[in-house]
């Protein structure tokens, strides 16, 4: 594994998604729709599923009269903004008129529960046919805390693979012991985590993992990197371990490598607001679902060239998390104030910053790395501040404390109204 490929794959729409499913009854997980296995899809979005179910069935009855009520019962859309990279699902009062849009529908709500039929059956092997609620149910008992599975023809994916950790809806973490590398794979993992280590890597001393491979498959991302050596700062943030002199003095060490560290993050500039390669923002107000339930999954905004334009983006999400992104007098003065600034610092953040992220040597108190950059991005003056700061919860409250030495005052700028922000999107929508 010598050289890096970087074939990209643009998110598709619910629509475009039905031509290319990759189903193989030996594998479920092999199934991607956006970017999930068919099984996570319709857990997620089983109301929408169950609405275009319906919404067909009706049309086949040919019941014209009843057809036309649902439609014109189902509320208007709330997309918004130049920038979406996405639209996640078709207007459904303008089904009638999307035939084809629906016929796309249908088709993975088809092709979905066959392949959950199938797959059940090749399993159990003659056991007597079930629902398909059943077999939802049993589906997501067997995959909880499972290793992703893996296709007979993905012979990239090393065997030796050792699962550190896994959930259901994020990123898989593998050791691979004859390299000592750490492999992230998973349908949510992106390329830009890759590119945003190399360009740390390239313009920093931070110490991060080196990136030796990074390359989309079959829906999926791999990107192999070394392993670091170290033990999680949180551990040194235990309140019982401060007792400790030599720990005290350990974590004086560390404060001072991490307000260098951070030093020479916010120094890096990029030619966009957005994740390194020039691609769709990760701060987090743009990472909050839309209110609407006429819509499948998060919205995308970005990359942004200007600050005008970012700042649109952050009142298009506002609107967005409001029933037909209708906005109250709070909502404008909020807005108000937010086009009011116009600095334009596209600075690097990390953008999950937190104790869990960064290792650390017990014995010297030095920093061995920081990782997990796939929430990384260019993004305002007081981003990374905030995102930190918002991490101070439960056993990371001595983080809190610790932010305070590590920042410097010119680089929490801003923090506040993004504060403000990120709470008014979130404030009647989904997190």
């Known amino acids: 594994m010598t050289e890096t490929k970087t074939t990209t794959k643009q998110p598709l729409s619910i629509a475009e998604s039905s031509t290319d499913l990759s189903i193989d009854p030996r594998c479920f997980s092999s199934a991607r729709i956006d970017g999930k296995t068919v099984l996570d899809f319709i857990d997620d979005n089983r109301a929408e599923l169950k609405a275009i179910k319906y919404v067909v069935l009706a049309k086949k009855k040919k019941e014209d009269d009843e057809y036309d009520a649902l439609i014109a019962s189902l509320p208007p859309p709330t997309y918004t903004g130049d920038n979406l990279v996405l639209q996640k699902l078709e207007r459904m009062r303008q089904i009638k008129e999307a035939q084809e849009a629906l016929g796309h529908s249908k088709q993975v709500l088809t092709e979905a529960t066959d392949v959950l039929q199938e797959s059940t059956k090749s399993r159990d092997d003659g056991t007597e046919e079930k629902d398909e609620t059943t077999i939802l149910e049993e589906e997501e008992a067997e995959n909880e805390g499972d ?127 957005g994740a390194v390669g020039e691609e769709y923002s990760e701060d987090v107000c743009f990472k909050h679902l839309p209110v609407t339930v006429k819509t499948v999954g998060r919205l995308y905004y970005g990359p942004f060239a200007t600050r005008s334009e970012y700042n649109e983006g952050l009142v298009n999400a506002l609107r967005n998390g409001r029933w037909h992104g209708e906005l109250d007098e709070e909502d404008l003065g909020l807005i108000e104030r937010i086009k009011a600034d116009l600095t334009d610092e596209k600075v690097f953040t990390h953008g999950d910053l937190n104790p869990a992220n960064i290792l650390v040597d017990r014995s010297t108190g030095r920093i061995t790395g920081i990782i997990d950059f796939g929430e990384a991005s260019f993004s305002l003056p007081g981003q990374e501040y905030y995102t930190a700061k918002s991490r101070t919860y439960g056993a990371m409250e001595g983080w809190g404390a610790m932010l305070e030495e590590i920042f410097e005052e010119d680089l929490k700028v801003g923090w506040e109204l993004k504060q403000e922000v990120d709470k008014a999107i979130k404030k009647y929508g989904q997190i």
Not at 168 to 192: E, M
Not at 199 to 220: D, L, M, Q
């Open 147 to 273: 290793d992703p599975e893996v296709t007979e023809d993905d012979s990239d994916f090393p065997a030796e693979a050792v699962l550190l950790d896994h959930n259901n809806t994020g990123p898989s973490i593998f050791y691979l012991p004859s390299t000592n590398q750490i492999l992230k794979y998973g349908g949510s993992v992106r390329l830009a985590e890759a590119a945003a280590l190399r360009f740390v890597a390239k313009h920093t001393s931070i110490p991060v993992p080196r990136v030796h491979e990074a390359y989309i498959k079959n829906g999926c991302t791999f990107i192999f990197m070394d392993k670091v050596e170290g033990e999680n700062l949180s551990v040194i943030l235990d309140p019982e371990e401060q007792e400790d002199a030599v720990a005290q003095e350990v974590l004086n060490r560390i404060k001072s490598e991490m307000k260098e560290y951070v030093a020479q993050l916010q120094a890096l500039r990029g030619p966009s607001y």
